[in-house]
């Protein structure tokens, strides 16, 4: 990974590739979810969504493209590394970790709070359209979970990076296939040859340990990029190829083609399956391949610009993409728009797409607007806890809030995930006079 510059100041300047790499991630995300929300009309009236791999199968492939999870940890890691190896000797990861969950938790109150409000509202007036759209509008918090869990252990893969460098990454994915391998009951070399079939037959068991084993891979070759361990263009080939001969094993072997989805396609998130390394080693190979040209289109201060802007949104435009489905469904409803476009394959399926997506867009901008200003408006630099008790109480109180929001929807969810949430959020920040009744740590 090539290094930042320095700045004028003598300061080593921000790499603006690890930023771009994620606000792309983050847009083709957004994009995504949109473009799968499939409303569904009766009378003019939005009764239910479908959604686009259960009606389509052939969208199993274009999740190959939007599933951009893995490249978002592997970046978030390459950037954390040296941050983590400088605490590693003062201990100071552990409230490193806090000041991450306090900047989760702190928005995501917000967002919960928005979501019980408008289920009251909904409640009081016999609204429809929440209990539409009441799993959709929590189902991407799955997100914030994996990540918490997996930066927590960043130390111990920079540990392991540093006594096995990729073999450390080879051991996650020998583990990863063991799990896989338990699962399906493999005895022979005929059941090997048909694996995915077996794994997607046979309850996960064992297996669950994949969902940390499987999202820690990129985090360990984030590390090991940042530390030089594989670059260049060449590299990025050999990634791509890997990651073409590995998808067409696994799809022969009778892995589900999805990436994303579990009841709806097959089954390879819950847990992540082999399946799932396969798009994590092309997008890999991209972001090794389009560097050179990548960083000289960056150079270029307008597209420079976009991207800080971006990165500064990234975290209200996740968080609330989805609320602008419920007020876009009510506006085309309500103009008799066509965001009901039927199946694929049926005329202005894809003209409805996009004016659906469209909708969206012009729904998330006031929305994006006004939680931005919320934001700013409140102190923005809040110190995290540095005693052990208080993070560990607010570590658990956020796994709690976020888990039952993502579980049970937007009702009965969100009104337990906030409280839990909002408790977090006051655990994890630092009392007034800690500072002086604590060590410091950096």
Not at 37 to 46: A, C, I, M, N, V
């Amino acid at each position: 990974m090539a290094r930042a510059t320095a700045g004028e100041s003598g300061a080593p300047a921000r790499d603006p590739y690890p930023d771009a790499l994620r606000a792309c991630a983050l847009i083709i995300v957004v994009l995504g979810h949109w473009l799968a929300t499939l409303p569904r009309l009766f009378d003019g009236q939005l009764v239910d969504t479908d959604h686009l791999l259960a009606v389509w199968d052939a969208a199993g492939y274009f999740t190959w493209l939007v599933q951009v999870v893995p490249m978002f940890v592997f970046v978030s890691a390459a950037v954390s590394t040296d941050g983590v190896a400088k605490r590693l000797g003062n201990g100071g990861q552990v409230q490193w970790w806090a000041s991450r969950a306090l900047g989760l938790a702190r928005p995501t109150v917000t967002y919960l709070a928005v979501l019980v409000a408008l289920a009251a509202l909904s409640v009081l007036t016999g609204g429809r359209l929440l209990g539409v759209f009441n799993q959709s509008l929590t189902v991407h918090l799955w997100f914030l979970l994996m990540l918490l869990t997996v930066q927590a252990l960043l130390p111990w893969c920079l540990r392991l990076d540093q006594r096995f460098g990729l073999g450390a990454a080879a051991m996650l994915v020998a583990l990863a296939a063991a799990m896989d391998l338990l699962r399906a009951g493999v005895s022979s070399f005929d059941d090997l040859r048909r694996l995915g079939r077996l794994v997607s037959e046979h309850h996960a068991g064992i297996a669950w340990l994949n969902m940390l084993v499987v999202w820690l891979v990129p985090q360990q070759l984030g590390i090991a990029w940042k530390h030089g361990r594989f670059r260049g263009m060449a590299a990025g080939l050999a990634f791509l190829a890997l990651g073409t001969a590995w998808l067409l094993l696994a799809m022969a072997s009778g892995y589900p083609v999805a990436m994303v989805g579990v009841a709806l396609a097959g089954n390879n998130m819950l847990p992540p399956t082999l399946a799932l390394l396969g798009v994590m080693w092309l997008q890999v190979g991209a972001v090794l391949l389009f560097e050179p040209l990548a960083r000289r289109l960056l150079a270029r201060r307008p597209l420079a610009r976009v991207i800080a802007v971006l990165g500064a949104l990234g975290m209200p435009l996740y968080l609330w993409h989805k609320l602008a489905e419920l007020p876009a469904a009510w506006l085309g409803e309500k103009l008799g728009l066509p965001i009901d476009a039927g199946m694929p394959g049926e005329p202005g399926f894809w003209l409805g797409r996009a004016g659906w997506i469209a909708l969206c867009l012009l729904m998330v901008a006031p929305v994006i607007a006004a939680v931005v200003r919320f934001e700013l408006r409140r102190e923005r630099d809040v110190p995290a806890a540095e005693g052990l008790a208080p993070i560990l109480l607010g570590g658990v109180a956020l796994y709690a809030g976020l888990a039952s929001a993502l579980v049970w929807g937007v009702c009965p969810g969100a009104v337990a995930g906030l409280a839990a949430v909002a408790l977090a959020s006051w655990c994890l920040r630092r009392r007034p006079g800690a500072a002086l009744a604590s060590p410091r740590r950096d």
